[in-house]
């Protein structure tokens, strides 16, 4: 049974800072590139952060590039997402999630990540 649980979340403001935390059990977590998602009220999910296997190589959406900063422990089997100069768009339920072991790349596509945390509530107040 693969579990992974985020914490980390909570209320700050906007200009603040908050680092999310994704520990893995289960499953060979150095086998999988790992990614963070969020879903804002009424909005799709969408992709935030990737990490590759090895946590040499990330990838971010746009719209957190130079903010935002993924990593991952191996040793630990747990991701972060340090998240700077946060803004009220950034304001979503965080999720993280594991790519299925086939995908070596950093994906943005959902479908290419088989298992999900259950997420944590990131709000920031203007």
């Known amino acids: 049974q693969v579990q992974l649980v985020e914490s980390g979340g909570g209320l700050v403001e906007a200009g603040g800072s908050l680092k999310l935390s994704c520990a893995a059990s289960?499953?060979?977590?150095?086998?999988?590139?790992m990614g963070w998602f969020r879903q804002a009220p009424g909005k799709e999910r969408e992709f935030v952060a990737g990490?590759?296997?090895?946590?040499?190589?990330?990838y971010y959406a746009d719209s957190v590039k130079g903010r935002f900063t993924i990593s991952r422990d191996n040793a630990k089997n747990t991701v972060y997402l340090q998240m700077n100069s946060l803004e009220a768009e950034d304001t979503a339920v965080y999720y993280c999630?594991?790519?299925?072991?086939?995908?070596?790349?950093?994906?943005?596509?959902?479908?290419?990540?088989?298992?999900w945390g259950q997420g944590t509530q990131v709000t920031v107040s203007s």
């Open positions: 289960g499953r060979t977590f150095s086998r999988s590139t």
């Open positions: 990490i590759s296997r090895s946590g040499s190589l990330t």
């Open positions: 999630a594991g790519a299925k072991y086939t995908i070596t790349w950093i994906s943005r596509r959902e479908d290419e990540y088989d298992y």
